[in-house]
């Protein structure tokens, strides 16, 4: 609260404007204080709960915004994602209830445009049915425009970050990285699904049905960034890989059956067991009975592999890093494998996985 304070003093220029803030951060801060000493009282702190807590990031942040565009001559209203953000109530990993979201920005949003006026909102935060705030997820606020954008049928969802673009490497990892003009959906959501920091990895699913591009900019310098569309111009040099991605702390799980009965009962409980925990693969590569897969470090490793000792031998080999290659050249491409393999050559490889997607290969 100090910190919004003090950007309120050096951005707002109008004392009557600052001091409408400072009152309604006031009143949100006397909030929080109720919600964290109900914990301390409680002692235990729900899903639910953390959920109102993060929820107030975004909410002081863009009236602050809204606010700074009054005064820099822009005709911006501050939006309440509460009244158009209808999610269900997994809390943390809320998911958009589409049809209402997009009858909702029809109502609240929709006439405003109509009025020449710039909504200013939140990202990252949707609401219950009931009207409790709920999260979508850690970095989520790109996700959050792109259900606006696909709700409201837009051109264009643009999003600003503090990055040059997408990349074809980390540039933390590697120093002679190159920007990418153009990507296509696929290697868009691929590379951000398996560790690109610059994208959601559910950012790319609300517009892919509706083909809208994406324009990843960045906010600290003029550029013309990254466009991702449905697919690159074929007068496009095609690269057989546009970008390499990476995700640390992860964990292979192996699981052998006890005895060779049906194949069909032994992916049946394997799968079934995934399902039911909410645990999301990130990779997977499978034998005649075998089965091996990937799942990060947030995982309680103890209770799935009490669960699957149920139908198999279960290993796991913790500490793992994936390396991901993406790129539509790829396919049908002679002599890639030939050149990743020999890069690798010094590398004990855990698991290689290929073929379910023709552009990753991972």
Known sequence: FERHNSIIDNLIRSRAVAQELETIFYDHLTEIKALVKGIAILRELTPRTMDAICSYGERLSSRIIAAGLQEAGVDSVWVDAKVFMATDDNFGQAQPLMEMVTANLE????????????????????????????????????????????????????????????????????????KLSRMSFEEAFELSYFGAKVLHPATMLPVIEKRIPVQILNSKRNGTGTLVDVDPDASQPK??????????????????????????????????????????????????????????????????????????????????????????????????????FRALGDMRIHMVSYGASELNLT
Not at 246 to 262: A, E, G, I, Q
Not at 265 to 275: A, K, N, Q, Y
């Open 239 to 340: 690269d057989v890989l546009k970008s390499v991605a990476y995700k640390k702390s992860l964990s292979v799980v192996t699981v052998s059956p006890h005895k060779r009965f049906s194949q069909y009962v032994f992916w049946e409980g394997i799968f079934s067991v995934l399902t039911q925990a909410g645990i999301a693969t990130g990779m997977m590569a499978t034998s005649e009975y075998s089965v091996a897969f990937t799942v990060e470090s947030k995982v309680d490793l103890n209770s799935l592999k009490h669960q699957l000792e149920e139908f198999g031998n279960v290993t796991v080999s913790s500490g793992k890093a994936s390396i991901c290659l993406v790129g539509k050249g790829m396919r049908g491409r002679s002599g890639v494998a030939e050149r990743i």
């Open 107 to 178: 109502k609240e949003v929709r006439p405003l445009l109509g009025k020449g006026k710039t909504p200013v909102t939140q990202g990252f935060i949707g609401v219950t049915r009931s009207g409790a705030y709920t999260t979508m997820g850690r970095e989520s606020s790109d996700y959050s425009a792109s259900i606006i954008g696909a709700a409201m049928n837009a051109d264009r969802v643009q999003i600003w970050t503090d990055v040059d673009d997408i990349l074809t490497a980390d540039p933390r990892i590697v120093q002679t990285t190159k």
